[in-house]
Every structure is written in structure tokens, then in C-alpha cells.
């Protein structure tokens, strides 16, 4: 099946600082990617929809200014969370779907842990 | 919009025993219906989907789900559970045609004891 990615797994920022997360889709183009986050025991929410060479449509509620995605290629979507702090930290997983995987699948990468100290 | 409801936070069950997973939707619009399931610090594999068709959808590791549409469920079942089906099972929705945002339930613990 089609694999995503993500980098790094794991990633301790002091806070202020900004951090970035790699999406990769190893072996299919992903016309779309979906980036969610996810509290301890609790469900994924989605924060934004990026299309290949658009801008990302961010949800409601969701800090476009402090969240930052970007999708310049078909195989890679990053997440950059500006000026972390500590109430960012959360497991940030990405999807993605598009040519070459199943339709109206999306298929996830394995998350990342951010911790903001 | 939608809404998805998991009528259960944790469900634990003996191995061997069978399993549902209950899953309740609304929409005002025609869904498409997913389970997918969480491992400890791991992203999300898919179990089953159902797009369209037979009602009876099977999927991975034994489980199945029947779509009902007049009661806007889509619950999931296992006939004989295993110690390794401890995990967090999540049910979503999204809207037909492309590649549309899921909307996820709260999520099911699933606690398998020997």
C-alpha cells in the first residue's frame, strides 16, 4: 500500500522557537494532504487542507500565522509551528491521497511528538 | 456538516470473544464511512471503508462493519478477538467525490484481557 512519511518522530523544542514537520508520500503523488493534531487520549482534529501548489485552507480556530504549511511538490507538505509554546505540544500526524493511491483514501504518516518546554 | 459518535469510550472484552464497535453518524449529505485503528504513539491504518454497495464491508485482521443506512450506524464487529487487537479504533466520515476531510469520531478504546 502507499506510504507516508514523517519527520522527525520524535522533536523537544525550547519555547519561542520554531520547529518543522516533513509529510512524504514515498511512492505515490499526493494532490492533497491533511495535516491533524491530537491530545492525549483524545481524537484527531483536522487544522488545514493543502493542495499541491496552493495555499492551505486552514479550519476554524485553527492560527494560520502560527501554523504554516506548505505543499511546493507533489511528495512533500510541511508543518511549521512558529513560536512554540507549551500548550503546541501534541502529536501532529499528517495524511495525504491522491494519483497513484486507492480513491478517497487517505493514508497516514506516523506522527510526530512535539513537546515544548 | 457532519458528526460522528463512538457510543463507547473503552470496551473491554476477553480474547477470544466477540466484539462491536458502535459507530452513529449524521450528515446531511451522502458519506462515505470509515474505521481505522491506533497503536501507541503510531499513526492511523485503515480497517474498512465503505463507498458504496453491499452493505457488508470486511476489511483487515478479521474485522467487518455493516453500513445501516436507516439508522446512520456503521458498527464494527469481530467474531474472536486477540490480545494484539488492543488499540484505539477511530470512526470517520467524508463527504463523496475527491479527496475530502474525515471527520473523525472520539474513539474506542479496545482492551483485550486474557
Known amino acids: 500500500g502507499a506510504v507516508v512519511s514523517q519527520h522527525p518522530s520524535r522533536v523537544i523544542c525550547k519555547s519561542g522557537t520554531s520547529v518543522k514537520i516533513e509529510c512524504r508520500s514515498l511512492?505515490?503523488?499526493?494532490?492533497?494532504m491533511f495535516w491533524y493534531r491530537q491530545f492525549p487520549k483524545q481524537s484527531l482534529m483536522l487544522m488545514a487542507t493543502s493542495n499541491e501548489g496552493s495555499k492551505a485552507t486552514y479550519e476554524q480556530g485553527v492560527e494560520k500565522d502560527k501554523f504554516l504549511i506548505n505543499h511546493a511538490s507533489l511528495t512533500l507538505s510541511t508543518l511549521t509551528v512558529t513560536s512554540a509554546h507549551p500548550e503546541d505540544s501534541s502529536f501532529y500526524i499528517c495524511?495525504?491521497?491522491?494519483?497513484?493511491?486507492?480513491?478517497?483514501?487517505?493514508?497516514f504518516g506516523p506522527g510526530t511528538r512535539l513537546t515544548v518546554t | 456538516a457532519q458528526s460522528v459518535t463512538q457510543l463507547d469510550s473503552q470496551v473491554p472484552v476477553f480474547e477470544e470473544a466477540p466484539v462491536e464497535l458502535r459507530c452513529n453518524y449524521s450528515s446531511s449529505v451522502s458519506v462515505y464511512l470509515f474505521w481505522y485503528v491506533q497503536y501507541p504513539n503510531q499513526g492511523l491504518q485503515l480497517l474498512l471503508k465503505?463507498?458504496?454497495?453491499?452493505?457488508l464491508v470486511k476489511g483487515i485482521n478479521g474485522f467487518e462493519a455493516e453500513f445501516n443506512k436507516s439508522q446512520t450506524s456503521f458498527h464494527l464487529r469481530k467474531p474472536s478477538v486477540h490480545i494484539s487487537d488492543t488499540a484505539e479504533y477511530f470512526c470517520?466520515?467524508?463527504?463523496?467525490?475527491?479527496?475530502?476531510?474525515?471527520?473523525f469520531g472520539a474513539g474506542t478504546r479496545l482492551a483485550v484481557h486474557p
Open positions: 495524511s495525504a491521497a491522491g494519483h497513484g493511491a486507492v480513491n478517497y483514501e487517505q493514508y
Open positions: 511512492d505515490f503523488q499526493a494532490t492533497t
Open positions: 465503505y463507498l458504496s454497495g453491499s452493505t
Open positions: 470517520a466520515v467524508s463527504r463523496l467525490g475527491g479527496y475530502n476531510k474525515l471527520i
